[in-house]
C-alpha cells in the first residue's frame, strides 16, 4: 500500500473511533446539564438587571436522546 491509502484508513479509523465514542457517551449519559445556562434554568438579560428562562432547556437539564 502506499502512502496515501495507508494514511486515509488511519483517518478513516480514526474517525469511526471517535463518533464510536461519542454514541456510547450518549447511551451512558442521556441527561447533560445546558451549556448555554449551565443547568440553572435562567439566564441574565444582557441590556437589563433582568433575568429569563433559558430558550435551549427551559429547566437545566436536557435529555440528549429526543
Same mark, same amino acid.
Given at each position: 500500500? /502506499? /502512502? +496515501? ?9 480514526? +474517525? ?8 456510547? /457517551? *450518549?447511551? *451512558?449519559?442521556?441527561? #447533560? ?11 441574565? #438579560?444582557?441590556? #437589563?438587571?433582568?433575568?429569563? /428562562?433559558?430558550?435551549?432547556? #427551559?429547566?437545566? +437539564? *436536557?435529555?440528549?436522546?429526543?
Amino acid at each position: 500500500m /502506499d /502512502d +496515501v491509502t495507508q494514511g486515509g484508513i488511519i483517518f478513516a479509523a480514526i +474517525v469511526i473511533g471517535l463518533a464510536a465514542w461519542w454514541w456510547l /457517551d *450518549r447511551l *451512558r449519559h442521556p441527561k #447533560s446539564k445546558c451549556g448555554t445556562c449551565r443547568a440553572t434554568g435562567r439566564l441574565h #438579560s444582557s441590556w #437589563s438587571a433582568r433575568w429569563r /428562562d433559558c430558550p435551549n432547556c #427551559s429547566g437545566g +437539564v *436536557r435529555d440528549r436522546r429526543g
